[in-house]
């Protein structure tokens, strides 16, 4: 049973940082691409940051030179590094795995078929 669990949200000023964690537990084989997403109330969920298995990035434009994916294959776990926090960045932030090889673009949903239950940024 895959389990995606999220932590290292919180509330920050504008202008700082946090980094998110996920630690991915139940499957032996790495995925095939790992991803965050955020969700604004009543907005659908959308791509932040993505990584496939061969190292390969990928960034929401409102997020591009401010936030950082990277993961750790020996401990499981997935980071969004988030610097210069804005506002707008305020959300529900999800990881994500695709352990079966999907093809969608990787921040795109549609890709994914594991999600974490969330944690909360919020920034003021």
């Known amino acids: 049973h895959v389990q995606l669990v999220e932590s290292g949200g919180g509330s920050v000023r504008a202008g700082g940082s946090l980094r998110l964690s996920c630690a991915a537990s139940?499957?032996?084989?790495?995925?095939?691409?790992m991803g965050w997403f955020r969700q604004y109330p009543g907005k659908e969920r959308e791509g932040v940051a993505a990584?496939?298995?061969?190292?390969?990035?990928y960034y929401a434009d409102s997020v591009k030179g401010r936030f950082a994916i990277s993961e750790d294959n020996a401990k499981n776990t997935l980071y969004l590094q988030m610097n210069s926090l804005k506002p707008e960045d305020t959300a529900m932030y999800y990881c994500?795995?695709?352990?079966?090889?999907?093809?969608?673009?990787?921040?795109?949903?549609?890709?994914?078929?594991?999600w974490g239950q969330g944690t909360q940024v919020t920034v003021s």
């Open positions: 990584i496939e298995s061969d190292g390969s990035t």
């Open positions: 139940g499957y032996t084989s790495s995925s095939y691409c």
């Open positions: 994500a795995a695709d352990t079966y090889g999907g093809t969608w673009h990787p921040l795109s949903r549609g890709r994914y078929n594991y």
